[in-house]
């Protein structure tokens, strides 16, 4: 059964940076799109960065300059690096992984199979 694992989250001060890890198991497909969407108090999800297998990202605007995300394909680990982080990134963190879709915009936007419980990112001032 494949299983989605975070781990990475926290809390830091404003400008400060964390890293994020998502660690695929039971990956039984050839290819993965593994998304980090984020859920802060009383707003919607919103998906923020992608990555695939064959090296394709795409970034939410609001974060292009600021995160960054990365992979080890060897063991199916995905990071999603945050620099500068600010309030408004306080949140709880998703990974979500699929085997049908590409990392363009739109895997921002899409629904995946397979989720983690999700990791809290607290920025204060």
């Known amino acids: 059964q494949v299983q989605v694992a975070e781990s990475g989250g926290g809390s830091v001060q404003a400008g400060g940076s964390l890293t994020l890890s998502c660690q695929l198991s039971q990956w039984h497909y050839t290819k993965y799109c593994v998304a980090w969407f984020r859920q802060a108090p009383g707003k919607g999800r919103e998906g923020v960065a992608v990555?695939?297998?064959?090296?394709?990202?795409h970034y939410l605007d609001s974060v292009k300059s600021r995160f960054t995300i990365s992979q080890d394909r060897a063991k199916k680990t995905v990071y999603l690096q945050m620099n500068n982080l600010q309030l408004d990134d306080t949140a709880v963190y998703y990974c979500?992984?699929?085997?049908?879709?590409?990392?363009?915009?739109?895997?921002?936007?899409?629904?995946?199979?397979?989720w983690g419980q999700g990791t809290q990112v607290t920025v204060s001032s």
């Open positions: 979500a992984a699929d085997s049908r879709w590409t990392a363009i915009e739109s895997a921002l936007r899409v629904k995946y199979n397979y």
């Open positions: 990555i695939d297998s064959d090296g394709n990202d």
